[in-house]
């Protein structure tokens, strides 16, 4: 007769083994309790923080972009605290000579606009009545204005709120650029020291990798920051010149204006930057506006086909959907900045993730021959940094 008290087989054994005991369950609910309130916590504290954050953000672009003529200044026997300083200076200079520049302009066309708004509401109101069957004048506007005087004491009260307002989001303003300019500051001035710090931090392999794709961000971003400027300095100058030879006011101004926004605001700066010379002509003459537009629209075909693929050669590398995809990130993400940041951010991560992506021979058939392309000069968009471009040498290497 068998005993019923016999010890289990094997197979018990590994099935017990199988089953979790249920301790086990509950530091696994737990775990995940504690995962999902860290990561909570982390997303509220990455909110609070949005602010810094994107300032921290700006100012390592602009560290890149500041880099290769800080290192240029160094390797003159210039300290790199004294060079980023006057770098920095000189960009805020500009920056202050551009609004004075405008500040004249604007007030002008205001002026302009206010002597000429009843001629303008006489035709508005010819249109509006004709087609819409309103009658729009100035003594009806006059009556609308009088008949509104006793609320002129919460309409001034209202003014007042906005121009609070606006003083507040200024002060705002200037808080976060020289927030900006400290963080560059700090990060250009102290860029060796800052390296080693993060290298210090990693193992050997890493660091090639590492002060690779610190190379590439200072590469890209100077090379967009330098090809911009001498693209906008030969608008400018074409601008200037055809706004002398027309009589256009203001030449100087729309000129820095046309040569800035048309090369730093992506897809749509052109546009944007041409409407206000094409405003100003318009006011003093028809037909001088419709050659201003023609000029620009010559120019732009120059630009985009003789003068931009030779200044920008191996510097932004970008396909113009990518460009304009990025653009539209960009906006999304983080508004006029994003869009400026939108596209160096894009060919710094085109460079790094072609680095290590493996491309195969293609097909040579009607769907993948292109058209051949003149090649450019050998020199263009290449900068010379010493030690960072060893390091990158060795790492496409292998060393």
Not at 31 to 57: D, K, P, Q, S, T
């Amino acid at each position: 007769m068998a005993d019923d008290t016999a010890a289990p087989d094997a197979s018990d054994g590994e099935l017990s083994l199988r089953l979790p005991p249920w301790s086990w369950i509950w530091k696994l609910l737990w775990l995940i309790v504690l995962v999902g309130f860290m990561a909570l916590l982390a997303l509220n504290v990455i909110r609070a923080l949005e602010g810094l954050i994107g300032l921290v953000v700006v100012s390592l672009f602009a560290s890149f972009a500041l880099e290769p003529a800080v290192g240029w200044l160094a390797a003159k026997g210039m300290r790199r605290g004294l060079a980023t300083f006057l770098i920095l200076f000189g960009v805020g200079v500009a920056a202050l000579a551009m609004l004075a520049l405008m500040v004249p302009l604007i007030v002008q066309q205001l002026q302009e606009l206010i002597a000429d708004a009843p001629g303008i509401l006489e035709d508005v109101s010819r249109f509006t009545r004709r087609w819409l069957g309103l009658e729009l004048s100035v003594d009806k506007i006059t009556q609308s204005l009088d008949a509104t005087g006793e609320n002129l004491g919460q309409y001034a009260s209202n003014v007042l709120g906005t121009l609070l307002g606006a003083g507040a989001a200024v002060a705002g303003g200037l808080f976060r650029l020289l927030s900006i300019g400290l963080f560059t500051f700090y990060a250009v001035a102290e860029g060796p020291r800052l390296r080693r710090a993060v290298c210090s931090l990693i193992s050997p392999k890493r660091q090639r990798t590492v002060l690779w794709t610190w190379e590439v961000a200072i590469d890209k971003t100077g090379a967009y920051l330098y090809s911009r400027l001498l693209l906008a300095l030969f608008s400018g100058i074409s601008t200037f010149v055809m706004l002398r030879i027309l009589g256009v006011p203001f030449a100087v101004p729309l000129s820095v204006w046309m040569g800035l926004v048309s090369q730093f605001i992506p897809t749509v700066g052109t546009y944007i930057a041409m409407s206000l010379p094409l405003l100003v002509a318009v006011t003093r003459s028809t037909g001088d506006a419709l050659v201003l537009l023609g000029f620009f629209t010559l120019y732009q075909q120059i630009e985009n086909y003789l003068i931009a693929p030779r200044v920008t050669a191996r510097t932004m590398e970008l396909h113009p959907a990518l460009a304009f995809g990025a653009a539209i990130a960009g906006v999304s993400i983080g508004g006029v900045v994003g869009a400026f940041l939108a596209l160096p951010a894009a060919a710094i991560l085109q460079a790094v993730v072609s680095s290590y992506v493996h491309r195969h021979e293609v097909m040579d058939t009607d769907l993948t021959r292109e058209e051949p392309e003149a090649e450019a000069p050998p020199s263009v968009g290449r900068w010379d940094r010493g030690p960072l471009r060893s390091i990158s040498e060795r790492f496409r290497r292998g060393g």
